[in-house]
């Protein structure tokens, strides 16, 4: 059973920032949410595994501002 | 009299007095089936083969027009050939394979159901539904000429029932009068509608879809392929999204998604219909319009499918959007599920609790039908923003990428039921057995030197060996159960063996397997009977 990586793990966290905003660079709020939407996609089909992406799905959820 | 509700296609049973109208008390009948469409004609062919005596009432005295359900599926056309009339359908149907998608005007991708080989029949074939209840009833008058004791009586329609512990009176109303008759069970096959079904004051909950689809079938020397072509925002504007599919006699069937909130009165005028459909077709096509219509859908089903002596089976009992074929073909499930069990009950072979798994084993059926389908048409007919949104990011991603096509969902084609947890099966005892025969499944079809394996099977108990023995025939409780011995060939061994070195299979009226083991053991087979005909 695989288990959601939830400590950092993205090598470059500022370049990877700068790179998924400006790649929204000029887009309206439609293309952008296309945008979001297939890289989504394109994110949840490398991690395949079912049992992660239900997690992934309820962490995102879950994460909402507290009140 | 009433008026019919349909044009008839078929004067198939045209109305006569019936000796039961002139009886003085109520004729006592084993089997009623209220609605003669293809699942009550399928219940009563089935039951009349078995010799068990089958009254169809139909409103009707004919076939109704329309394409209507036109994707027959390899599982309706393996449990008619059960019945002798599969080669009929395969025959007059449209054969295809071929499945393409496009998004807006750009081919997304093509899937292909080119099942492996050793199957007699193929994936789908295409076939108006006219056709389909019209070889069924053909098939009826054939077994009635060899003594099947099955009636068919047109326009006579129920007009209510009295439900009582040991069976049902059922108030007719003809064109000679009213009369009444008596049923020790009566089988709901009239519809989504279900007369019956309302008669009864029983739920039918679901979930409505607010979306209209309009039908056309037009006859047209097209240059399409044998395909079926799906639509997701068509480049020509005459739906949100569109289905072509083709049928016998150059019919070509469209179908158009129109929006929920449409006049249906001014959609159906010849002028409003041709417009989309020319509009698809360009302007230079020339086409007869044959049928149209405009259809709406809910995904749902009745709590139960047995409510004492009243049984309901296809559109009355569950309903489902017409993505995937899962209409009919599971109405035809129903019956072929159905009549075995009344046939051993009539005859005091097994209990009344075998109906209760009927409904159980139906239901799980229909909620996979149900589950395909609501899945399907919310990809189909997004309902919200951003289901859109992924919708058309799904079908972009598509068009580049293999990953993302398994997502796309024009709708998930019809396959059958296996019966996993039902009450009714025995131990899945065969190490190493394949799974796709596991205890519950429809058994696989294979060629053998004599012919293919599911008409081999027929319509009662089999024991089928492989690589081992067992007795010829063997009789518990007054059932025999007959051997079939099946050579280990390639396409045995891969259905059947999978990595065992023999196996025997307990396989039910219905071709579902219903046990399975590696050796012949006299006291597991006799309790595993036992427990599919619901003693156990």
Request: proline residues 6%.
């Amino acid at each position: 059973m695989s288990a959601l990586t939830l400590s950092p793990n993205i090598v470059g966290p500022d370049e990877f920032y700068a790179e998924l905003l400006a790649a929204h660079d000029g887009l309206s709020k439609a293309e952008s949410d296309a945008l979001n939407a297939r890289l989504i996609l394109v994110l949840a089909n490398q991690i395949g595994d079912r049992e992660t992406l239900s997690q992934a799905i309820a962490t995102a959820r879950d994460a909402v501002p507290k009140s | 009299m009433w008026t019919d509700r349909y044009t008839i296609a078929f004067h198939a049973y045209p109305y006569e007095r019936a000796v039961d109208q002139d009886r003085s008390a109520p004729a006592r009948h084993p089997v009623v089936i209220v609605g003669g469409g293809p699942v009550g004609m399928a219940t009563a062919l089935d039951l009349g083969l078995k010799g068990v005596p089958a009254l169809v009432l139909d409103d009707h005295d004919g076939i109704g027009m329309g394409s209507r359900a036109i994707c027959i599926s390899k599982r309706t056309l393996e449990i008619a050939d059960r019945m002798g009339c599969g080669d009929e359908l395969a025959d007059k149907g449209v054969v295809w394979n071929l499945g393409k998608v496009f998004h807006q005007d750009r081919k997304v991708f093509e899937f292909n159901l080119l099942a492996e080989r050793g199957h007699k029949f193929p994936a789908f074939v295409n076939l108006q539904q006219p056709y389909f209840e019209k070889v069924l009833v053909d098939r009826i008058r054939a077994a009635q000429a060899e003594g099947a004791p099955i009636e068919i009586r047109g326009r006579n329609r129920v007009q209510d029932l009295t439900v009582r512990a040991d069976g049902v009176d059922l108030d007719i109303q003809t064109p000679d009068g009213p009369y009444r008759i008596e049923a020790d069970w009566v089988v709901g096959c009239d519809g989504a509608n279900s007369p019956v079904r309302t008669a009864l004051g029983l739920d039918f909950e679901g979930r409505v879809f607010e979306d209209s689809f309009l039908i056309a079938d037009v006859r047209m020397k097209a240059g399409f392929p044998t395909e079926r072509w799906f639509w997701f925002d068509p480049p020509f504007k005459s739906g949100a999204s569109a289905l072509l599919h083709k049928q016998p006699d150059d019919v070509w069937r469209i179908d158009f998604q129109i929006g929920w909130n449409v006049d249906r009165k001014e959609e159906l005028r010849e002028e409003k219909v041709r417009a989309r459909v020319s509009e698809m077709l360009g302007p230079d096509v020339e086409y007869e319009l044959v049928w149209s219509s405009i259809y709406t859908f809910q995904c749902r089903r009745m709590r139960q499918f047995r409510h004492g002596r009243v049984l309901f089976a296809g559109d009355s009992a569950h309903q489902v959007s017409p993505f995937g074929a899962r209409g009919a073909n599971s109405g035809i499930q129903d019956a072929d599920n159905l009549a075995w069990k009344l046939d051993l009950v009539l005859r005091n072979l097994a209990p009344e609790g075998l109906l209760d798994s009927y409904s159980h084993e139906r239901v799980q059926g229909a909620d996979e039908n149900v589950l395909n389908s609501t899945r399907a048409t919310d990809f189909i007919t997004p309902k919200s923003e951003m289901s859109r949104i992924f919708r058309d990011a799904v079908l972009n991603l598509s068009e580049h990428h293999a990953f993302a096509r398994p997502l796309v969902n024009s709708g998930r084609l019809s396959v059958p039921c296996v019966y996993d947890g039902s009450p009714l099966n025995g131990p899945d005892a065969l190490p190493g057995g394949p799974d796709r025969s596991r205890v519950g499944s429809p058994c696989p079809d294979a060629t053998l030197e004599n012919g293919y394996l599911l008409g081999l099977l027929g319509d009662g108990f089999t024991l089928l060996t492989i690589g081992t023995d067992a007795p010829d025939e063997i009789i518990v409780d007054g059932i025999p159960v007959r051997r079939l011995h099946l050579p280990a060939e390639e396409a045995v061994i891969e259905r059947y063996l999978g990595d065992a070195h023999s196996a025997v299979y307990l396989i039910r009226p219905d071709q579902h397997v219903a046990a399975r083991w590696p050796d012949f053991d006299a006291s597991a087979v006799r309790a595993a009977l036992r427990r599919t005909i619901g003693k156990a």
